[in-house]
């Protein structure tokens, strides 16, 4: 910043140089430091025009929380942002943080994503039953807990024992491009629509 011209025409002459001759990714990382720096109250009318302008020239990513996402579906960006703006404590943690690797346009960290997603729920699972355990073990008692449909608990149950059996992602035997965004967007996805869904259940049976 202090190197920069106290004339504003000199300023964005240099940025805009900066902004065409950069790699693909910087000019991401720029829109997204515009949006946390946005002074104005309007922030969110910000980040939604950046939205609608990234949909008109057909790019790949989208704001979600703040971040640019190789996620486009409005659907999954609202159950995403809708689950880290009621989580909290280490639910909200783990989701933002797989959302974080998932959003790394340089070094996207897809297994490790993974593993957050489903560490959110073990830990909103655990939260709701008062108890420690994995999901495996947790999942029978949330049954009890909020009136979870059996079928959906073994959904979940199955969706934790793909990550977690001898081969399996939080062993971290498979090779880092063994596991695609396609893995770690479901995985985002299917949490933070699940965590969405216990919590009107919790809302509802208390």
């Known amino acids: 910043m202090d190197t920069l011209s106290n ?9 805009r140089k900066d902004f065409f001759e950069c ?40 704001f979600v929380n703040g971040l640019l ?18 989580a909290q404590g280490p639910v909200r943690t783990h989701l933002q943080r797989a959302l974080e690797l998932l959003a790394d346009k ?5 297994r490790n994503s993974i593993k957050e997603s489903i560490s959110a729920i073990e830990s909103l699972t655990a939260t709701i039953v008062g108890k420690k355990g994995n999901l495996g073990q947790l999942i029978k008692k949330l049954e009890d807990e909020i ?25 971290a035997i498979l090779e880092s491009d063994k596991v695609f965004f396609e893995d770690a967007k479901f995985f985002l996805v299917t949490c933070s629509a699940f965590a969405n869904f216990v919590e009107v259940k919790v809302a509802t049976e208390g």
Not at 106 to 110: F, G, L, Q, R, V
């Open 69 to 86: 996402t190789r996620i486009t579906d409005e659907q999954e960006v609202a159950e995403i942002e809708l689950a880290l703006e009621k």
């Open 147 to 171: 009136g979870l449909h059996p079928a959906l608990g073994k959904a979940f149950s199955n969706l934790y024992g793909y990550t977690s059996d001898k081969d399996g992602i939080r062993h």
């Open 106 to 110: 340089k070094s996207p960290d897809y």
């Open 23 to 62: 790699t693909w990714y910087k000019v991401y990382e720029l829109l997204e430091f515009a949006a946390d720096a946005y002074p104005f109250q309007d922030k969110k009318a910000f980040i939604e025009s950046c939205n609608k302008l990234l949909e008109r020239e057909i790019s790949a990513y989208r």
């Open 7 to 15: 004339q504003w025409n000199k300023v964005i002459t240099s940025v």
